[in-house]
């Protein structure tokens, strides 16, 4: 099927034959996916995040430097920030992640869905700031524009809600929705990142939507300590955070994808080689909330 032009992406033009056949011999996004598990060493994270607190740096968590490493390996790493729409391949207009934030800690509690773009080379305090904004405001404004447009579309009779939700789909593929329909949702991003840990549960692998064009799904689980062997073979106990990706292999191939996760791990491992130290970055980050 042929598309137009996107707002959210560019047709890439210089895809080898053997990946542009992919959307058509796998046309669906559940048919295409691969799983595979990380266990990074967050020892050194914790330690930087800790001296970060210390040294007056904006609250920062580990999940919320997950979310900054994941953003700047996909920056690195700009094949990863793909998507297949239409039979096509797409670069996306910059980097989106997406992560959900519950209205309270309760068994019946609402989840928001957070949609933020990460610039190139932002500041570390910058992002922290912004995503403490956007889940104080996720969590006491009121209905979300997309659950607003889940309602109407809930108003119709079951035949008809089917016909408009294969009518969406077909738009898409064409890239013809309106931005107004694409941009808060969720699923129109670079990737959606779950974190479990915080609800102290282990991380499961998620499935891709059919519904979007987001390729990449990583749950992060809680941190627990486990026997693991140094260089020179000694068992030492080590923190480790548990990684677990689901991934759209139209992308991309599988070679390119196993080194953008190392990068990932290799920036969570050693934050002082990516990041500096925690008590520079932040005399060097500006206050750019107002207060």
Same mark, same amino acid.
């Given at each position: 099927?042929?598309?137009?032009?996107?707002? @959210?992406?560019?047709?890439?033009?210089?895809?080898?034959?053997?990946?542009?056949?992919?959307?058509?011999?796998?046309?669906?996004?559940?048919?295409? *996916?691969?799983?595979? #598990?990380?266990?990074?060493?967050?020892?050194?994270?914790?330690?930087?995040? !800790?001296?970060?607190?210390?040294?007056? /740096?904006?609250?920062?968590?580990?999940?919320?430097?997950?979310? +900054?490493?994941?953003?700047?390996?996909?920056?690195?790493?700009?094949?990863?920030?793909?998507?297949?729409?239409?039979?096509?391949?797409?670069?996306?207009?910059?980097?989106?992640?997406?992560?959900?934030?519950?209205? !309270?800690?309760? @068994?019946?509690?609402?989840? !928001?869905?957070?949609?933020?773009?990460?610039?190139?080379?932002? @500041?570390?305090?910058?992002?922290?700031? /912004?995503?403490?904004?956007?889940?104080?405001? &996720?969590? *006491?404004?009121?209905?979300?524009?997309?659950?607003? #447009?889940?309602?109407?579309?809930?108003?119709?009779?079951?035949?008809?809600? @089917?016909? $408009?939700?294969? $009518?969406?789909?077909?738009? %898409?593929?064409?890239?013809?929705?309106?931005?107004?329909?694409?941009?808060?949702?969720?699923? +129109?991003?670079?990737?959606?990142?779950?974190?479990?840990?915080?609800?102290?549960?282990? $991380?499961?692998?998620?499935?891709?939507? =059919?519904?979007?064009?987001?390729?990449?799904?990583?749950?992060?689980?809680?941190?627990?300590?486990?026997?693991?062997?140094? %260089?020179? /073979?000694?068992?030492?106990?080590?923190?480790?955070?548990?990684?677990?990706?689901?991934?759209? !292999?139209?992308? =991309? %191939?599988?070679? +390119? &994808?196993?080194?953008?996760? #190392?990068?990932?791990?290799?920036?969570?491992?050693?934050?002082?080689? +990516?990041?500096?130290?925690?008590?520079?970055?932040?005399?060097?980050?500006?206050?750019?909330?107002?207060?």
């Amino acid at each position: 099927m042929w598309t137009g032009l996107r707002r @959210d992406g560019r047709i890439v033009a210089d895809v080898p034959d053997e990946r542009a056949i992919m959307p058509f011999i796998m046309r669906r996004r559940t048919e295409s *996916t691969v799983y595979f #598990e990380q266990l990074v060493d967050i020892g050194a994270a914790q330690e930087w995040i !800790e001296r970060w607190n210390r040294a007056g /740096g904006p609250r920062l968590s580990l999940f919320v430097l997950v979310l +900054y490493e994941v953003a700047e390996m996909l920056h690195a790493r700009p094949r990863m920030n793909r998507f297949v729409a239409g039979r096509r391949l797409y670069q996306r207009d910059g980097v989106h992640l997406a992560f959900g934030a519950l209205k !309270e800690f309760a @068994d019946n509690a609402p989840l !928001e869905m957070i949609k933020r773009r990460f610039e190139p080379g932002e @500041d570390l305090a910058a992002v922290v700031r /912004g995503l403490e904004l956007s889940i104080r405001d &996720a969590r *006491t404004a009121g209905v979300a524009a997309v659950d607003k #447009e889940l309602r109407l579309f809930l108003r119709l009779p079951g035949p008809l809600l @089917d016909v $408009a939700v294969s $009518a969406f789909h077909l738009l %898409d593929a064409f890239g013809v929705l309106p931005a107004a329909l694409t941009r808060p949702d969720p699923m +129109y991003s670079s990737a959606v990142v779950s974190n479990l840990g915080s609800l102290k549960t282990d $991380a499961a692998f998620h499935h891709l939507y =059919e519904h979007g064009n987001c390729p990449l799904f990583l749950v992060v689980g809680s941190v627990r300590p486990a026997p693991v062997a140094d %260089d020179l /073979g000694q068992i030492r106990v080590r923190q480790l955070l548990p990684l677990r990706w689901t991934f759209d !292999e139209r992308i =991309e %191939d599988g070679l +390119y &994808a196993a080194r953008s996760a #190392e990068l990932l791990r290799a920036r969570l491992e050693d934050p002082v080689q +990516y990041l500096g130290r925690p008590e520079d970055a932040v005399g060097r980050a500006p206050d750019r909330s107002g207060r």
